[in-house]
């Protein structure tokens, strides 16, 4: 292992995280949320000596079991946020992604157009991305800690959401839901998808 592979894996547990193997060719990132996307830029840099190193000491990590965390269950994860990396190249591994969400989103306009007029089946449609983006990439506040508002959960009432995330009964539910189909909304364009005119943008 050279020593820029050992620092940037000590860099990454000292964040609370960890580089692991899923099968033999690729890597499993988990870091915090606000690391996440520049380590996953020098994992990818560092991919072959990383593959080769994790190889050598044997760190390979199995898929999750049901009703676990990790990619394969998002709503699961606490303080983390992980990133499973299968291809090389970034740009095509973008490119894929966009085109699947574009997809998704062309497939839920012709379901939706079936039942509705033009104008709801917009809405419809875009909310059903809306939430599946959410579903799989937003963010998820640790279980004392209200979603809308940031302060602690403490004894005041609070609503446990599908999502994973828990907020109290009072203004933060409302307050949680306009932040993320905002944040997921940057998300979609992000990847191509443009919103219906009557959508709250960010």
Request: glycine share 10%.
């Amino acid at each position: 292992m050279t020593g820029d592979t050992a620092n940037l894996l000590a860099e990454i547990r000292r964040s609370g995280g960890y580089v692991r193997l899923v099968g033999c060719d690729r890597l499993k990132l988990v870091a915090p949320p606000a690391l996440l996307p520049e380590l996953a830029e020098r994992v990818r840099a560092a991919k072959p000596m990383l593959l080769a190193a994790l190889a050598d000491t044997g760190e390979q990590d199995n898929a999750p079991e049901e009703g676990g965390g990790g990619v394969f269950n998002p709503r699961n994860n606490g303080a983390t946020a992980q990133h499973l990396m299968a291809e090389s190249s970034s740009d095509h591994t973008d490119r894929t992604r966009s085109a699947d969400w574009r997809a998704r989103h062309r497939e839920a306009l012709v379901y939706w157009s079936a039942l509705h007029s033009a104008e709801d089946a917009a809405a419809l449609a875009w909310g059903e991305v809306q939430s599946r983006w959410h579903r799989l990439h937003g963010l998820r506040a640790p279980a004392w800690q209200c979603a809308g508002c940031g302060e602690p959960i403490g004894r005041l009432t609070a609503l446990d959401c599908a999502d994973g995330n828990r907020v109290h009964l009072d203004d933060c539910l409302l307050a949680f839901g306009e932040r993320w189909r905002r944040e997921a909304t940057t998300g979609l364009q992000a990847h191509g998808l443009v919103p219906p005119p009557d959508c709250e943008l960010p």
